[in-house]
């Protein structure tokens, strides 16, 4: 790694990124065309039937959105929309299929061209049936590659992925509980068999009750906390097996909030991890927590400077080479946040400023419950909800049991994730970032302001 002008760096080159309707893609594309107009091409890959129906996803879903205001303002509407036209090209296509299901002429146009590969395409829910897992976020790795190797100018490929404690590669096979060997073409074959359902007419409910059943069976086989990380884990084993001398860079973020500062602080899309336990709070809903009231669990969240660590990390490996490098970002090491402290901001945020509920009264929040396991929150439920039983609480419960059930591995977080390599990739690239247009040091969060005066207020903005 070498210090560089990062912004230069971007200067003339050719990007092509994929999941490029998602969330993490948005503000990288966002950042690049305010920071950087000067980018020869932007290829976004978007899911559509069509190129037609591609530029209008892209339009509606990323260009309308109030994340590109400030780009907006700082260009005006009619330069931004010849940017656009001049260097963004939204492409129909597929991950899940041979090259990327992408039109063969303008395939081969842009193997001529395309500098980086950023694939952030994946589906994150945790509970995904098992053979849409499989085919997005693991088999489209081989896909991808095989496109990669077609392109004549690649410096690299960067992969978005999720979380291991170490920052290093997996090995081919590897389980997180060393008592198993994870055989990729099994959990192929398991996929296929289970789609036999379909030819002894089992329902579409049935089938996705089994493949969400198998897996959970699997990631708990192998020693992982879900299926989105499971499956996502097999990608990265693929990518490394089968990347031959192709530079691969491994990016895997924690748990990704609002942005931080740019384009502005604040902007969030959907209903994720943390935001659907903030919003049923600040609704009188729910004051239960998952965690442990002796040793806090540490809830490892990393606002959305994402992108910078992502642009560094081009700059920094910007010549060609056959390694592989894992970048953590992270905030458990450099500046931990704990559960606890997390729940005591929302609470004070809600205490000062409640919402107002639908006949225009302000929402008394309660105070929390905390729970260190499951055995205690069944507990709680059947004291507080088993007495006052409907056919409607009970769904309740089911669903709260099972919410409970997914962020478990997280909630009850104890460990420290490693992130030395990004660590390096800051000192590296701090003498191009001397104005912070690149920052991704978590060191320089303010948990506590972020959270009251950022996140939690535009959760009401964007999502409430």
């Given at each position: 790694m070498e210090s560089c002008c990062i912004n230069q760096f971007l200067e003339g080159k050719t990007i092509f990124i994929t999941g490029a309707a998602g969330y993490l893609a948005k503000v990288l594309t966002e950042k690049i065309l305010r920071v950087q107009p000067n980018v020869k091409k932007l290829?976004?890959?978007?899911?559509?039937?069509?190129?037609?129906?591609?530029?209008?996803?892209?339009?509606?879903?990323?260009?309308?959105?109030?994340l590109f205001r400030v780009v907006r303002?700082?260009?005006?509407?009619?330069?931004?929309?010849?940017?656009?036209?001049?260097?963004?090209?939204?492409?129909?296509?597929?991950?899940?299929?041979?090259?990327?299901?992408?039109?063969?002429?303008?395939?081969?146009?842009?193997?001529?061209?395309?500098?980086?590969?950023?694939?952030?395409?994946?589906?994150?829910?945790?509970?995904?049936?098992?053979?849409?897992?499989?085919?997005?976020?693991?088999?489209?790795?081989?896909?991808?590659?095989?496109?990669?190797?077609?392109?004549?100018?690649?410096?690299?490929?960067?992969?978005?992925?999720?979380?291991?404690?170490?920052?290093?590669?997996?090995?081919?096979g590897e389980t997180l509980n060393g008592s198993s060997h994870l055989e990729i073409d099994v959990e192929k074959k398991l996929v296929e068999a289970l789609k036999d359902l379909q030819d002894r007419n089992a329902t579409e409910?049935?089938?996705?009750?089994?493949?969400?059943?198998?897996?959970?069976?699997?990631?708990?086989?192998?020693?992982?906390?879900?299926?989105y990380s499971f499956t996502k884990a097999i990608g990265e084993m693929l990518l490394g097996h089968l990347k031959e001398d192709l530079q691969l860079i491994i990016l895997r973020p924690t748990i990704i909030s609002s942005t931080y500062k740019e384009p502005f602080p604040g902007w969030v899309e959907g209903m994720r991890t943390m935001e659907t336990f903030f919003v049923g709070y600040g609704k009188g809903k729910l004051n239960v927590a998952m965690g442990d009231r002796e040793i806090e669990s540490i809830l490892d969240v990393v606002p959305d400077m994402v992108v910078n660590s992502v642009i560094a990390a081009m700059a920094a490996h910007r010549n060609p080479s056959s390694h592989t490098t894992v970048y953590h970002f992270s905030s458990s090491r450099r500046n931990?946040?704990?559960?606890?402290?997390?729940?005591?901001?929302?609470?004070?945020?809600?205490?000062?400023?409640?919402?107002?509920?639908?006949?225009?009264k302000p929402v008394k929040v309660k105070k929390f419950c905390f729970l260190d396991s499951m055995t205690s929150f069944h507990k709680y439920i059947a004291i507080h909800y088993m007495p006052l039983l409907k056919i409607n609480l009970q769904t309740r419960i089911n669903h709260a049991i099972r919410v409970a059930e997914l962020y478990k591995p997280y909630t009850l977080f104890k460990a420290i994730f490693d992130d030395t390599n990004a660590d390096m990739l800051r000192i590296a690239t701090r003498e191009s970032n001397a104005d912070d247009t690149f920052n991704f040091d978590p060191r320089t969060i303010q948990w506590e302001k972020y959270f009251k005066e950022t996140h939690v207020p535009r959760l009401e903005k964007y999502i409430f």
């Open positions: 290829y976004l890959l978007i899911r559509a039937p069509d190129t037609n129906s591609a530029k209008q996803c892209f339009n509606n879903e990323v260009i309308k959105t109030d303002e700082k260009l005006g509407a009619n330069n931004l929309h010849a940017l656009i036209e001049d260097k963004v090209f939204p492409i129909s296509g597929d991950i899940a299929c041979d090259n990327l299901a992408i039109n063969s002429d303008l395939k081969d146009d842009m193997c001529r061209e395309i500098d980086i590969i950023v694939n952030s395409a994946a589906t994150t829910r945790f509970d995904e049936r098992y053979d849409t897992a499989i085919r997005i976020n693991t088999l489209c790795a081989m896909n991808i590659i095989n496109f990669s190797k077609q392109c004549a100018k690649l410096k690299m490929l960067l992969h978005v992925s999720t979380g291991l404690i170490p920052e290093k590669p997996l090995n081919y409910k049935e089938v996705t009750l089994a493949m969400k059943i198998l897996g959970i069976e699997r990631e708990r086989l192998h020693g992982w906390p879900n299926t931990q946040l704990k559960l606890g402290d997390i729940l005591q901001f929302i609470v004070d945020y809600f205490k000062k400023n409640p919402w107002i509920d639908e006949r225009g």
